[in-house]
């Protein structure tokens, strides 16, 4: 069973379309701009939409009115969203049997939630677009979760396929430690010569 996580950066327009090559899997409000099977929203939701107006905790990045458009956004798509806890018509995320499973309880952004589910549901390919955990971002400190996933999954015989930008198992100096030679060229240059 093929799963897609897609995140909101470069190159999230490069993944199937809802319906198209298996599940689609979304983080958080991005169904504003394209459909999917499950989106996945581990914030405070309840807390945030019964915050009495005017909102005194804005989001830079997203309002309560963003929030309520994507959850019914959602609804309209009959798309399932999996939250911290069963709140405005969401899923709570099954984490305890997702950690019982996998013996592992490190989630730093939503992108675990998802990519760990599609684990948990037996996803035996993942495609990753739109995620690109740079360590220019606030996500350097949630590419290391990520990586110990990803890790996980191939290390499980799952086929992980990360798109082109993605940062989670680039070394910062891109370069393999001890052998003087660039990540990027290691497994053409150094596995595939003859010894």
Known sequence: MRINVIGKGPQWQNAPERGE?????????????????????????GTRLEIPEPDPIPFKWRSKDKIK?????????????????????CSRY?????????????FGSGFDFAFSYAMYLGATEIHVYGVWMSHKTEYVSQRHSAAVWVC???????????????????????????????????????????G
């Open 94 to 106: 099954p984490i305890e049997d997702v950690v019982s499973k996998f013996n592992m309880n490190i």
């Open 21 to 45: 090559d298996g599940l689609c899997f979304g983080l958080n409000d991005h169904i504003l701009k394209r459909d999917f099977d499950i989106l996945f929203d581990m914030h405070q939701l």
């Open 69 to 89: 458009e994507a959850l019914a956004r959602a609804k309209e798509l009959n798309c399932e969203v999996m939250s911290l806890e069963a709140w405005y018509g």
């Open 152 to 194: 996980l999954a191939r290390g499980m015989g799952i086929d992980v396929t990360l798109n082109q930008n993605c940062e989670i198992l680039k070394l910062r100096s891109r370069n393999i430690y001890g052998y003087d030679i660039k990540q990027s060229k290691f497994m053409t240059q150094y596995l595939t010569s003859s």
